[in-house]
């Protein structure tokens, strides 16, 4: 009786586990007290009935099991139970997908999984979720796309995910195509059609018959056999529009009496007939030696024959034509494919296995190169600019980026200013001098991946020394005076990037001093290093 009991208990617990678990959720706000701030919380969509509790902050929708919601400012993850299961410390939160959820702690996106493990580390600045196995990532002024592991796998200078994702998608359809061209592609596909035919039993089949012929001996050896037949299949569906492949003839070697085809191709011809087998190049009929190498279509050699039905053979077994086969593209990841196409694979691929080594590591050259490209934050830089305040300036600046939205500016400028007149028939000349050193912050509001506006503010330093001469008829003197300034900095200015390591820059400044006030504009270039 205590062992049927318990039995009971253990179904009705678990067939309530299974109800809420299984029950569709959605995410509704209401206040707990009239006239109170409203919280969040999960109804369930058929019956309208509260499921978990309104008390959180902000919360969103249910993805693959798990609930992103708000408690105390901060973001975690919840069942279908209302269970804790990833505590509140993140800044902002996405949706799981694809197993993983992008995460912002302390000003940095990162992902993590189901348990709350740190898969890749919070090092970006912007982050989109997880599609077909890569994720967009912001790094300085360009997006680019990981994989799953946190390898960068593209990425484009100045890009943004819009480019990115279409140049993942384009990749993707890139190794779809290559993936379908594979021979050992091809025969799964071949074998499984015929197995799958052959193990049928026959309409007109007794059961003994169909069990003595179908069994794992038999569908091994018939396996072994449709492999064969797809071998030739596969170089026959392959061969069909590159039967008449053009390779450009190249220079005769008499001493050797060869014509050099196609980089280290080597055919034969006497030296007396080169002469007409080069003039009527465009004529021959060419019969390419096509085999499977490297799980790809490859000629390794051909036969010319020419009109009066001379034949000349040429075999390289070691130096292979790959060819593009043109299947249906297959399914495949994103990254998947991205990381194949950066490897070197090419779509259409005409050209020997040496060249095609020196493609993949001229690639991964590249791919490093994106590696090594960081985040603005502590970039460094040193430029040079002209200014004008009355009088024109020249100066220099060191600006250095605290963050990737606020920059310190020193900068420090010289104006000049001189000008006669005649004044009641003496001339009047004065010249004004002035050092500027201002400490100014700048906050970045990036508009496009080249342009960035900021409002600055500050503190500025300023020596004013000007010196008058008095040169008439009877009159001579001089005078000279000189006053310092502490003053309030304002204004904005805009960034241009030129390159990765040039920026224009333009900025209007207003000082407000304590004994002297100005207006000024600068224009430098600044070099980052």
């Not at 580390?121 to 946190?150: M, N, Q």
């Not at 450009?248 to 011809?269: N, Q, S």
């Not at 050209?351 to 960081?374: D, H, K, M, P, W």
């Amino acid at each position: 009786m205590k062992k049927l009991t318990f039995l009971t208990i253990v179904l009705a617990l678990s067939a309530a586990s299974l109800h809420t678990y299984g029950q569709e959720l959605e995410r509704n706000r209401t206040a707990i007290f009239p006239g109170e701030i409203t919280r969040w919380g999960f109804l369930d969509k058929t019956t309208r009935e509260i499921v978990i509790p309104h008390r959180y902050e902000n919360a969103r929708d249910f993805s693959e099991g798990l609930a992103a919601v708000q408690h105390n400012s901060r973001w975690g993850f919840i069942d279908k139970t209302g269970k804790e299961i990833i505590s509140y410390k993140y800044q902002r939160v996405e949706d799981f997908s694809e197993e993983l959820a992008a995460v912002q702690f302390n000003n940095r996106w990162g992902f993590i999984d189901k348990t709350g493990v740190e898969v890749i580390p919070h090092r970006y600045k912007g982050v989109r979720s997880f599609e077909d196995g890569a994720a967009l990532v912001l790094i300085g002024e360009g997006w680019g796309a990981i994989d799953k592991t946190g390898t960068l796998i593209m990425f484009i200078p100045y890009g943004n995910p819009t480019a990115v994702r279409n140049a993942i998608r384009t990749s993707q359809i890139a190794e779809r195509k290559r993936i379908a061209g594979l021979f050992s592609t091809f025969a799964q596909n071949y074998v499984d059609a015929k197995i799958n035919e052959w193990q049928q039993r026959g309409e007109f089949e007794r059961t003994v018959d169909w069990e003595q012929r179908v069994n794992e001996n038999a569908r091994a050896a018939k396996a072994a056999e449709l492999l064969k037949e797809a071998e030739q299949a596969y170089i026959a569906e392959g061969s069909k529009n590159i039967a008449a492949v053009n390779l450009p003839l190249g220079a005769y070697d008499a001493d050797k009496e060869v014509f050099r085809i196609h980089d280290d191709w080597l055919l034969p011809v006497p030296i007396g007939e080169a002469p007409n087998f080069r003039d009527n190049w465009n004529n021959h009929i060419r019969l390419p030696q096509f085999v499977i190498s490297d799980d790809r279509l490859a000629i390794a050699g051909m036969a010319f024959t020419t009109a009066n039905g001379k034949t000349y053979q040429i075999n390289n077994q070691d130096n292979l034509i790959f060819v593009d086969y043109n299947l249906a593209p297959v399914e495949t990841s994103v990254a998947e494919g991205v990381a194949n196409i950066q490897q070197g694979q090419q779509n259409i691929s005409m050209g020997s296995q040496e060249q095609q080594q020196q493609t993949a590591a001229e690639s991964r050259n590249r791919s490093n190169v994106a590696n090594n490209l960081s985040d603005r934050r502590g970039e460094t830089a040193l430029g040079a600019h002209l200014a004008y305040s009355g009088g024109i300036g020249f100066g220099t600046m060191l600006r250095t980026n605290l963050s990737n939205f606020f920059r310190l500016q020193a900068s420090l400028t010289y104006f000049t200013k001189k000008n006669s007149e005649n004044v009641w028939g003496s001339t009047v000349k004065v010249s004004e001098s002035a050092w500027d050193l201002s400490m100014n912050g700048h906050f970045l509001f990036s508009i496009s991946n080249q342009f960035t506006i900021y409002p600055l503010s500050g503190l500025g330093f300023s020596i004013l020394s000007g010196a008058a001469a008095v040169d008439g008829p009877g009159l001579s003197a001089k005078a000279k005076e000189s006053i310092t300034s502490v003053a309030l900095n304002a204004g904005f200015g805009f960034d241009i990037r030129l390159s990765e390591k040039i920026v224009f820059n333009n900025e209007l400044k207003y000082a407000l001093g304590s004994n002297l006030s100005y207006l000024s504009f600068l224009s430098g270039i600044v070099f980052i290093f």
